[in-house]
Structures are given as structure tokens and as C-alpha cells.
């Protein structure tokens, strides 16, 4: 699974668990028992820049004093995401990685598998079967899952739906708002005012 680095994860003690952080996560663990764990199981959360900046400050310098008061206070400004990210394998093989690190720093490149395949010396078929067999779905429903995904981000940071839209490879912003609503259930106007009146 992917989460989207705009959003926070809370992980609840005692759940088992494994993650690779980009540079752009920070893990932050509340080993203080009391009554924190406000979510009972793994929760997407919507961490505004103040908060964040809060939460790193807390995370780097703690007070011993007032340690355990202050992490009850962050944890209460902390709201859960209205929706969270949709669930995608990152695949890792020779002929599948190049692409998913590509898309990860430019949602929106439109190199088509043909032109994949030219650049990695083999065949279209090759990485339709290579994804396929790391993901569980068809390399056109992968990306467009992905894509999703990295335009949460936009939305959250302000950015207009066409302009997100564009940013993440879609042609139009109407197929854009189809592709949003059919994954996520709501329009992208919908989930950006959500998310602006959560991270208030």
C-alpha cells in the first residue's frame, strides 16, 4: 500500500507492521500509553502544516516534563482524512521500477509502454505481464490508480481540479472527475472542500 505523503498514518500499538519512509515521512512514535491511541485501528489522517511543523518540533525536541500533555494536545488537532489513499503495490522488478520511480517524480510523464519498452531494450508485452504479475492489475489501471493517488496531494495543497488533473496526466478534466469519483466515491471539488475544512 501507498500512503500519500500530504496525509499522516496512525498505527495503533500492537499492530503488527512494516514500512519503507521516503524522505518525505517521518515516523513519530507515542510510546506513552494514557490514553492516546484515539483511533483503534490504522487510520489516514489529515496533518496541517502548523500541526506538522508542531509534530516534527515535538518529535526532535521533546519536553521531558511535559511530554506526555503536549502529545495529547498534538493528537487532538489531528483529523481523519475523509478518504484515504487507494490501495497500490509499488512494483520493484528490472522492467516495472523504472517506470513506477518515474511516475512517482512526474505523475503526469505520458511515455506509453512502447516507448518503455525502447528505453529498457524489451517489449511491451513483457512489462504488461511484469505488471500484472507485480501489482495484480493491468498496467492502464495501475497508473491510473496512481495517479489518483498523487493528485490527493494537489487537492489538499489548494491546487484548482483542472490544474490538478493536468499535473497528474489527464487529459481532461472531466475524465479526471469521472476517474476521482468512480475510485473515491465523491467529486474532487467535494473531497478538496472536505479536506480544507478538516485541516481548519
Given amino acids: 500500500m501507498v500512503i500519500d505523503p500530504a496525509a499522516g498514518v496512525w498505527i495503533p500499538a500492537g499492530v503488527p507492521h512494516s514500512a519503507q519512509f521516503s524522505r518525505d515521512f517521518v515516523p513519530i512514535v507515542f510510546g506513552l500509553g494514557g490514553g492516546l491511541a484515539e483511533y483503534p485501528a490504522v487510520t489516514s489522517l489529515v496533518v496541517a502544516p502548523e500541526v506538522r511543523d508542531d509534530l516534527l518540533l515535538w518529535h526532535r525536541e521533546p519536553d521531558e516534563d511535559k511530554c506526555a500533555q503536549h502529545a495529547a494536545v498534538l493528537l487532538s488537532r489531528l483529523r481523519p482524512a475523509e478518504h484515504r489513499p487507494l490501495p497500490l503495490i509499488i512494483p520493484a522488478g528490472p522492467l516495472t521500477a523504472p517506470i513506477a520511480d518515474s511516475l512517482r517524480s512526474r505523475p503526469g510523464d505520458m511515455a506509453t509502454l512502447d ?49 490538478a488533473a493536468n499535473r497528474v496526466g489527464f487529459e481532461s478534466s472531466n475524465g479526471y472527475a469521472m476517474a476521482f469519483r468512480r475510485h473515491f466515491s465523491c467529486r474532487p471539488t467535494e473531497f478538496a472542500r472536505t479536506t480544507r475544512s478538516l485541516a481548519g
Avoid at 125 to 139: D, K, L, Q, V, Y
Fill in 115 to 163: 516507448d518503455w519498452a525502447r528505453r529498457l531494450h524489451t517489449s511491451s508485452a513483457s512489462i504488461r505481464r511484469a505488471f500484472r504479475a507485480e501489482t495484480g492489475m493491468p498496467f492502464s489501471q495501475w497508473r491510473t490508480m496512481f495517479r489518483l493517488n498523487a493528485s490527493l496531494t494537489y487537492l489538499r495543497a489548494g491546487m484548482p481540479v483542472a490544474v
